[in-house]
């Protein structure tokens, strides 16, 4: 087992944050800017603009009218989706990013992170107060596997740790395989990495606590338990949904979540008449 302190050490050495990432961060923390700034920035990104453009269009987000520029996508999504394209960007640019070790690549990664995403919005419609603490945590929940992936490929264990990664089926098996290797998961690891990225300690911890979100402090636990309920239905590895979405149910019964509309967003999601 690889101890905390070199998964630490790993993660203060990922690369600082690139120019657009910043750029959209703070037009989007600036009360004075508008849409029109943030599409100006996303506009001098060409695969930011791009993969915008491309997930207006897709039925992911289930828009009802095409979306021909970067003005009409950024003023749809909102600052926050934004932010998350621009970190999805950032990440698919790193010339060393190999997710081999979890059997996914960049673009893989983009787009499970996309479908939490699309699924958290769906879910979440309406609720403009909790959609913006949860926005840009669905769209990171997997960085930390970059990180943790890094580290099989450097210590030659990558074969090894896919093979094992090959035979799990659900978060739970996940959490307990990365616990067993690394002493620490994924989700711990993002929450560290966006701690890092100061991001709110709200969002973070949101993503620290998904494995036991009712460890967490009051104003964390119910955006943990949405997250987990998410992951559990979208994840990194091959989709079981008829063995994931009634343990999905459960949990969101267990946590008194909007049952309602998160079978809608199922229903939505995955082209099902009934959940």
């Known amino acids: 087992m690889m101890t905390k302190e070199i998964i630490l050490n790993k993660v203060k050495a990922f690369p600082p944050l690139d120019d ?3 750029k959209v961060m703070a037009v989007c923390n ?3 800017s508008s849409v029109a700034d943030l599409a100006r920035v996303v506009k001098s990104d060409p695969m930011t603009t791009t993969n915008i453009l491309k ?3 897709s039925p992911l987000y289930g828009f009802s009218r095409e979306i021909k520029s970067i003005e009409q996508a950024v003023s749809i999504f909102g600052m926050e989706t934004v932010k998350g394209f621009a970190f999805s960007s950032f990440l698919q640019k790193k010339p060393d990013l190999d997710l081999s070790p979890y059997g996914i690549d960049a673009k893989d990664l983009a787009s499970i992170s996309e479908q939490q995403n699309a699924f958290v919005a769906k879910w979440y419609k309406g609720k403009k107060e909790k959609l913006d603490m949860l926005i840009l945590p669905s769209f990171l929940m997997e960085v930390g596997k970059i990180v943790l992936a890094s580290l099989v490929i450097e210590h030659g264990k990558k074969d090894e740790f896919k093979a094992l990664v090959e035979q799990v089926k659900s978060l739970d098996e996940m959490m307990e395989l990365e616990q067993k290797v690394f002493g620490m998961t994924n989700e711990e690891v993002t929450g560290v990495l966006l701690n890092d990225w100061n991001f709110d300690p709200v969002m973070y911890n949101a993503i620290r606590y998904i494995n ?6 009051e104003d964390v636990k119910e955006y943990a338990r949405i997250l987990r309920v998410v992951k559990t239905v979208i994840t990194t590895q091959p989709l079981d949904l008829d063995t994931n979405l009634p343990k999905a149910l459960e949990m969101v019964k267990a946590y008194n979540l909007d049952k309602a509309k998160f079978e809608e967003a199922v229903k939505q999601t995955f082209q099902l008449e009934t959940v």
Do not use: L
């Open 20 to 22: 657009t990432v910043n």
């Open 30 to 32: 600036d009360v004075e």
């Open 55 to 57: 997930a207006a269009n």
């Open 212 to 217: 036991n979100p009712d460890e967490a402090d």
